[in-house]
């Protein structure tokens, strides 16, 4: 069964500090996305990557980073946690098809984040 | 505001009804995608529409793209406890952006 998988189902960190949200698919897909999710926000896109080491910013970067060293692994970085920043965060990987409407997006089972 | 409006935001329903699930836009898409996530869990595809008033059935499930490709909806017929979750439609637009709506919660009781 094809995967993308969260290291952590649930995450409590402190006002400040460094955390690492770490995603890993096992599809070979080019594509990587972080997205938060917010009740009666709906995802919201924070970066995503078409490529090793290739990251672009996405609809709310700030106050994030991202690293993507190896096609199947990618990274979301909160430099200084903020309380601002719990939330629940979720991975999706796709592939872009040859045929428009065949990309959707495998996701996650998400993080949820807490910052105290 | 959200490119994509779902209506309604909440809907609870007893086991065996039927329900519609509309997403609104007033942006064209080149497709849309609806997604189910159930609670704990990441979303989960459920259908791709391509083209303007194509209808795609899934079992229960009904899902139409307006001959626009601004809207769409998803008709449940008889549904069951296990439909239950968050259903989100996705619109695909220029570079292949995904645009989500904030979701239609569903509860069904037995």
């Known amino acids: 069964d094809v995967k993308v998988t969260q290291s952590s189902r649930y995450l409590v960190k402190r006002t400040g500090e460094k955390v690492f949200l770490e995603c890993v698919q096992d599809m070979d897909h080019e594509n990587m996305f972080w997205y938060r999710q917010d009740p009666g926000l709906g995802l919201r896109l924070i970066y995503f990557?078409?490529?090793?080491?290739?990251?672009e910013k996405g609809d709310i970067p700030e106050g994030y980073s991202v690293s993507r060293e190896k096609k199947e692994r990618f990274s979301l970085i909160l430099e200084s946690a903020s309380t601002n920043q719990t939330s629940m965060y979720l991975c999706a990987s796709s592939s872009i098809g040859s045929n428009r409407g065949d990309y959707g997006y495998t996701f996650g089972s998400g993080t949820r984040l807490t910052v105290v | 505001t959200q490119l994509l409006e779902q209506s309604p935001q909440f809907l609870s329903i007893q086991e065996g009804e039927n329900l519609t699930v509309y997403c609104n836009s007033s942006s064209v898409f080149s497709s849309l995608q609806w997604y189910r996530q159930e609670p704990g869990e990441g979303p989960v595809l459920l259908v791709t529409?391509?083209?303007?008033?194509e209808v795609k059935k899934l079992k229960r499930l009904t899902f139409q793209f307006g001959d626009a490709r601004k809207d769409s909806s998803l008709h449940i017929t008889a549904a069951q406890p296990g439909d239950t979750g968050l259903y989100l439609c996705?619109?695909?637009?220029?570079?292949?952006?995904?645009?989500f709506g904030s979701g239609t919660k569903l509860n069904v009781k037995p």
């Open positions: 990557s078409y490529d090793v080491k290739m990251k």
């Open positions: 529409v391509v083209t303007g008033g």
């Open positions: 996705a619109g695909i637009g220029n570079f292949n952006k995904f645009y």
